[in-house]
């Protein structure tokens, strides 16, 4: 508010009639306040020749317009003094004109010539603020000298000011758009900046000015997805929603070939086997099948997916939904779910961040269930919640119910139910009618829980019980003629509209399972009919019709009745209903054709209505855009597009490498290629050095390509390497590798001169070479035919098999404690059949300690047809595990029954119980047709049968399998002497004793047996017994370590009696009901 009318010339003249007075200083906010001179003071200061005094002022001004004070009356006093000298007050002065250059435009363009030497500024900040001062003055007349200087700092030497350019784009382009094809020009040139700073600039004026011109991006699509993970977190979001789009329409759809497999899963994979075409009908389908090529992803769609998924861990919300949205658009079905628990991360914040969160986290949960199905006890409502945050996690935990956590999820609506806020039970009790929609088994348990909320005391959950009862009474209301009938008993109580209607709509369509109390019902509802809402009245005007039809006899006369009051009611569409009605049940001479269908038309039977999410249609727009959250489309929002039928040229994004580049990459990937323990690696960790060289010493090409190894792509994540850094490492390793050179051939001299017998290392080094060879292998061989796991293998037999040691040499000497990880313990199956009676001990094993093969065998973990060729079988080996002694050892042996090999064999991240944890086997990088193969991993079970879920994981798929381990291995067999036995069996009695009498069949009364059938069954060992008739038994669980004592005294006829002693109750319990089973067989 402007307050100098308010005062005579002199200052000292107080404000008008009726107006208050107020202080000339905003900033003192005081009313009657006498220190109103302070606006004064601010402009003779501004007016002074002194530095200080300017600075100061101007720091009173800006703290002024940061605390929402108006100080547009100072802009005269304030723009003299944009050619001042000092840069500090400077910089203030080009701040408060951003500010209000746009509303003091006149005065404004008389500093146009300062702007214009403001862009010639030694000083970075002032040539960069002047620009803006400039874009910020919306005059049309100077359009031409802003795309001037527009042009001039988008070639600046700062990376700042070029960063200010792109964000003058926009402006310019609103305030003239003809201005658009020179525009371009600049935006192409800044989008070839190799700069952070500017990348995420440049995109957002892209989208804003010429958002169709998707070639600009084509040279410049590897260099942003490389610059990502190191722009700020705005130019992160922008960057990924215009990359979201352009990946849409270059590559190909990454769940086509799921999609054929959905749509036919027999054929499409038994479409591939030669044998199966015997019968003609499936024979004819097949063959369309593999016509289709096989899905390949483009290395430049795996280089935006590996880039950006390192940004689900940014802090920032708005990156973390970004790279959620980019995923569920682009990213393959069995690799979406990284995102759900970064997701689940941000309902931790603030309830605005919840809201949007949970808005796409609703839609995401309809396509992909099984994504969020582990978090389900993330999306329980607090009673803090607010109510739209409350009703979204319901539709969340709606969308994930399924038959096995339906029960879980009633007993939370059950919660719910009881709640205080009325909006949120009514949303409860649909999400219950939903779920009872869905999930068959439920419904009637749903059904029955929605009547006993009839007899609640708050009306809103009787009037939304009754209209979620009436939709589920459509799908079988011939069964629940009772319900009917007490809730035609309800229309005297609810006084909701719409629980009326739905109440008399149910007794009009289902009249003839209550035929005595429609006929009453309809006579109550003519005597209130006046006094109804309009659609209860609509309601009573179509039960009578459909009584007149069916029972005319009671209620001809009711009908009449209610037509006449109808007839002359306010609302023109009762009154149209009620003409309408009558001409169509009441036969006259005009109208008798019609009259004669009245009963196909008032009661033709009706389709149970479908209760659906409210999310099921949006993932049509764009996940975490304004017009998604909107479910309509917003301004400027941009349609995602659909995916390509042929993927576009992918050499569009070949960008061209200058020749003296070409020469320094030739020379570094030479010097790559040396053996590993050369002087030039010799620098980083020895324990890296493997990954590191098997990452980088491929070309860009490969490194971009689909079949990266984990440990590539995770080196690729965190570095983020682009064309433009290897250029510079080219550069910054010149000299480097020629002093690499010249070690090389000190070294080999060496080699010479010293006799081919020394070298006590040979061994060490020759696992080193292999490992580095096999790391390059590996990565190698995707491009090359499959073929024998030997072949693959091998070292190129260029590489050294010995390697000396010399001491002069420190650089090439690496200590035995650090040496390179051995291959992957994957062992054939033949030799895991070998090494299976095998038990690593200091102390000789006594034979009666010794347990034979876990009774279980061998279980299938997956099927050849749920894992689409990959056989998976899990056995229990009774090994102790290398890595941690609590752990149960399983073997995994796996089986390649499909044409095509199997690469990229690993465990994804496991969601376990609490307790249990897993070591993982190490990948098993391919798994060629026809081979067999056999990986150990282990698995912690902390003392239950509590299945251990996770995902196995290939480079394509992924499947979800358990192992659920018998009781009797969860534990490792103890010796110890029959009195230490007595005795610990002793301190373990009463309720750690379980007891058990049985009858030994003839087949199973010699020790032999008894013994061997106790030992399969449980991991125990045999302790020495003098009695022939008395057998027993010891071991310790894995976990806690807990003693399991074993007894079993036989006696001559048969008869025999089991005691199990052991602090684990749960355990003893079913291994003496497993034992008992065993011997009984």
């Known amino acids: 508010m402007s307050t100098a009318p308010a005062y005579s010339e002199d200052k000292g003249g107080s404000a008008g009639p009726g107006e208050p007075e107020y202080g000339h200083d905003p900033a003192s906010g005081g009313i009657f306040s006498s220190d109103y001179k302070r606006h004064d003071d601010l402009k003779e200061m501004l007016d002074t020749n002194k530095d200080s005094l300017k600075l100061e002022a101007m720091k009173r001004i800006v703290a002024m317009i940061a605390r929402g004070k108006n100080a547009s009356d100072l802009f005269p006093a304030v723009v003299k003094n944009v050619a001042c000298k000092n840069i500090e007050v400077k910089k203030l002065v080009y701040v408060y004109l951003v500010r209000y250059a746009e509303e003091q435009q006149d005065l404004a363009l008389l500093s146009i010539s300062t702007f214009q030497r403001g862009l010639k500024d030694p000083n970075q900040l002032i040539r960069a603020s002047a620009l803006r001062v400039l874009s910020s003055i919306r005059v049309p007349i100077i359009v031409p000298i802003m795309m001037l200087a527009i042009k001039e700092a988008a070639s600046d030497m700062s990376p700042y000011v070029r960063k200010t350019a792109a964000h003058a784009i926009p402006k310019l382009y609103s305030l003239d758009s003809d201005q658009k094809d020179q525009l371009i020009e600049v935006i192409e040139k800044l989008l070839a900046d190799k700069t952070t700073l500017v990348a995420g600039s440049v995109v957002m004026a892209f989208e804003e000015v010429c958002p ?447 020749e003296w580049t070409k020469c320094s990459s030739r020379e570094k990937r030479k010097e790559k290629e040396k053996p590993f323990y050369s002087d030039s690696d010799g620098e980083s960790a020895p324990g890296e050095s493997g990954t590191t060289e098997s990452a980088d010493s491929e070309p860009e090409s490969e490194s971009q390509s689909d079949s990266k190894s984990s440990s590539e792509s995770s080196s690729g994540d965190s570095s983020s390497q682009s064309d433009e850094d290897e250029e510079q490492e080219d550069r910054g390793r010149s000299s480097e590798s020629e002093r690499s050179e010249e070690a090389e051939k000190r070294k080999v001299e060496k080699r010479k001169k010293e006799p081919a017998g020394q070298g006590g290392s040979s061994s060490e080094g020759g696992s080193g070479s292999s490992g580095g060879s096999e790391s390059q292998a590996s990565s190698e061989s995707d491009d090359e035919p499959a073929g024998p796991a030997s072949w693959r293998k091998m070292p190129p037999p260029s590489a050294p098999k010995t390697k000396e040691v010399s001491l002069l040499d420190l650089e090439d000497f690496t200590p035995p404690s650090v040496q390179p990880a051995p291959p992957p313990t994957a062992v054939s199956s033949s030799l895991a059949a070998d090494l299976e009676g095998l038990t690593l001990t200091d102390s000789p094993l006594l034979p009666s300690l010794l347990s034979p093969a876990s009774a279980a065998g061998r279980q299938e973990l997956l099927h050849r047809v749920a894992g689409e060729g990959l056989a998976v079988d899990y056995s229990f080996s009774r090994q102790p595990f290398p890595g941690d002694p609590r752990m149960v050892s399983v073997h995994v042996h796996f089986s390649n029954s499909s044409e095509t090999p199997i690469k990229g064999l690993h465990i994804g991240t496991p969601k376990l119980p609490a307790g249990i944890s897993i070591q993982e086997f190490p990948e098993i990088e391919s798994l060629a047709p026809g081979e067999t193969t056999t990986a150990v991993m282990g698995v912690n079970f902390c003392d239950s049968t509590q299945a251990a879920n996770f995902q196995l994981c290939t480079q394509t798929r992924q499947f979800y399998v358990s192992i659920q381990p018998p009781v009797g291995e969860l534990m490792a067999p103890v010796f110890m002497s029959e009195n230490e036995f007595k005795k610990e069996q002793s301190k373990l009695t009463g309720m750690n004793e379980i007891t058990e009498k049985l009858v030994l069949p003839d087949a199973c009364r010699s020790d032999h047996v008894v013994a061997h059938r106790v030992t399969t069954a449980a991991n125990l060992g045999r302790v020495p017994c003098g009695a022939s008739d008395e057998y027993r038994f010891a071991g310790r669980t894995l976990t806690s370590g807990s003693l399991v004592l074993l007894a079993l005294d036989a006696q001559p006829g048969g008869a025999a009696q089991l005691v199990v002693n052991s602090e684990k109750m749960v355990i003893a319990t079913l291994l003496a009901k497993d034992v008992v089973q065993a011997l009984a067989q």
Not at 624 to 633: D, I, V
């Open 212 to 658: 169709e011109r998707i070639d600009l991006i084509h040279k410049n699509y590897r260099k942003l997805c490389n610059l990502l993970i190191d722009v700020e977190e705005w130019g992160q979001v922008v960057i990924i929603s215009m990359l979201t789009r352009y990946a849409r329409t270059q590559f190909l759809s990454p769940t086509q070939n799921e999609s054929l497999l959905e749509e036919n899963p027999e054929k499409a994979f038994y479409g591939s086997e030669e044998e199966e075409p015997k019968a003609p009908a499936p024979g004819e389908a097949v063959p369309a099948l593999p016509a289709r090529k096989p899905y390949v992803m483009d290395p430049d769609h795996r280089l935006l997916l590996r880039n950006t998924k390192p940004l689900l861990q940014s802090r920032s919300a708005a990156v973390v939904m970004a790279v959620a949205q980019l995923y569920f658009h682009l990213a393959p079905k069995a690799e979406v779910g990284v995102i759900a628990k970064a997701l689940v991360r941000l309902l931790r914040s603030h309830s605005e961040v919840q809201y949007v969160v949970l808005q796409n986290v609703a839609t995401m949960s309809i396509k992909r269930r099984g994504m969020f199905e582990p978090y389900l006890k993330s999306f329980y409502i607090r009673s803090t919640d607010p109510t739209q945050i409350k009703i979204l996690k319901l539709e969340v935990l709606t969308n994930l119910a399924n038959e096995t956590n339906i029960p879980t999820v009633l007993r939370e609506f059950q919660t719910y139910i009881r709640s205080m806020d009325k909006d949120f039970v009514a949303a409860t009790i649909q999400a219950i009618g939903r779920c009872a929609t869905n999930i068959g088994r439920v419904r009637d348990t749903c059904l029955n829980g929605l009547v006993q909320l009839l007899s609640n005391r708050d009306e809103l959950v009787v009037a939304e019980s009754v209209v979620v009862i009436k939709k589920l009474l459509q799908m079988q209301p011939a069964q629940h003629g009772e319900i009917i009938k007490h809730l035609a008993k309800l229309t005297d109580n609810i006084q909701v509209p719409m629980a009326r209607a739905s109440i008399l709509w149910l007794i009009g369509e289902y009249c003839e399972h209550v035929p005595k109390i429609a006929p009453d019902v309809l006579r109550k509802m003519a005597r209130s009919f006046t006094a109804e809402e309009d659609i209860v009245k609509l309601q009573v005007i179509n039960l009578a019709a459909k009584l007149y039809l069916t029972n005319s006899k009671q209620t001809k006369l009711l009908t009449q009745y209610v037509l006449s009051l109808a007839k002359y009611d306010q609302n023109y569409d009762i009154r149209d209903r009620a003409r309408f009605t009558r001409q169509l049940i009441v036969p006259s001479e005009q109208g008798g054709a019609l009259s004669r269908h009245a009963k196909k038309v008032f009661l033709a039977p009706k389709p149970a209505p479908v209760l659906e999410s409210s999310f099921k249609d949006r993932d049509h727009f764009q996940l975490g855009s304004l017009s998604h959250l909107l479910n309509a489309k917003a301004t400027g929002y941009q349609e995602l597009p659909d995916w390509p039928e042929e993927a576009p040229d992918p050499s569009v994004r070949n960008v061209e490498v200058p």
